[in-house]
């Protein structure tokens, strides 16, 4: 089964410990996504009924919120549990790691929108990602930083409102 596949997935990136709060997150994510695939709505309402129960649970205990609807890639990680809020319109690629206090969503309530997140995204603890913006691959957004623009590739973004700063690069080798 796809979930049980997914669980040991997150399980794995979360190093075999299962009594991490972020883990527990992701098992009523992937339980919520799960219920979806099944066809028949008579079968499927008491596990909706499941989910937004233990949806609510979770994000009582650990204090963070990602909706079932936000895609995420495999190895997503939520490092550090408490005052995690993600919109259900974000979007998150491979290997994205989020510490305590991090907000994706929306700019404003009239747009329905929030980030779109790249691969290899490293997201420090305060940091809120706002609008509708893309963050590239290999980015890492310093603490507490306020980011409402897109962010290219290769990047650092810091500050209030966030400065985009391109990463070095190792020089390529002479021949």
């Known amino acids: 089964m796809k979930l049980f596949?997914?669980?040991k997935k997150?399980?794995?990136?979360y190093h075999g410990v299962w009594s991490s709060q972020g883990f527990w997150v992701m098992i009523v994510y992937r339980f919520g996504r799960w219920r979806y695939t099944i066809a028949s709505d008579m079968v499927r309402k008491p596990f909706s009924l499941l989910y937004r129960f233990s949806y609510k649970i979770v994000q009582i205990i650990t204090g963070i919120?990602?909706?079932?609807?936000?895609?995420?890639?495999?190895n997503f990680r939520i490092d550090h549990f408490g005052d995690i809020i993600i919109s259900g319109y974000a979007?998150?690629?491979?290997?994205?790691?989020?510490?305590?206090?991090?907000?994706?969503?929306?700019?404003?309530?009239?747009?329905k929108a929030a980030?779109?997140?790249?691969?290899?995204?490293?997201?420090?603890?305060?940091?809120?990602?706002?609008?509708?913006?893309?963050?590239?691959?290999?980015?890492?957004?310093?603490?507490?930083?306020?980011?409402?623009?897109?962010?290219?590739?290769?990047?650092?973004?810091v500050g209030?409102?966030?400065r985009i700063i391109p990463k070095k690069t190792a020089p390529s080798p002479q021949h």
Not at 65 to 74: F, I, N, Q, R
């Open 5 to 7: 596949c997914n669980l």
């Open 10 to 13: 997150d399980l794995a990136a």
């Open 65 to 74: 919120e990602l909706p079932c609807e936000v895609p995420v890639g495999e």
């Open 91 to 111: 979007s998150f690629g491979e290997n994205c790691i989020i510490r305590n206090g991090v907000t994706v969503g929306l700019k404003n309530i009239k747009e």
């Open 115 to 157: 980030p779109a997140i790249g691969n290899n995204v490293n997201i420090g603890a305060g940091a809120k990602i706002l609008g509708n913006i893309t963050i590239g691959n290999n980015v890492d957004i310093g603490a507490n930083s306020v980011v409402i623009s897109s962010v290219p590739d290769n990047s650092l973004a």
């Open 160 to 162: 209030i409102p966030a």
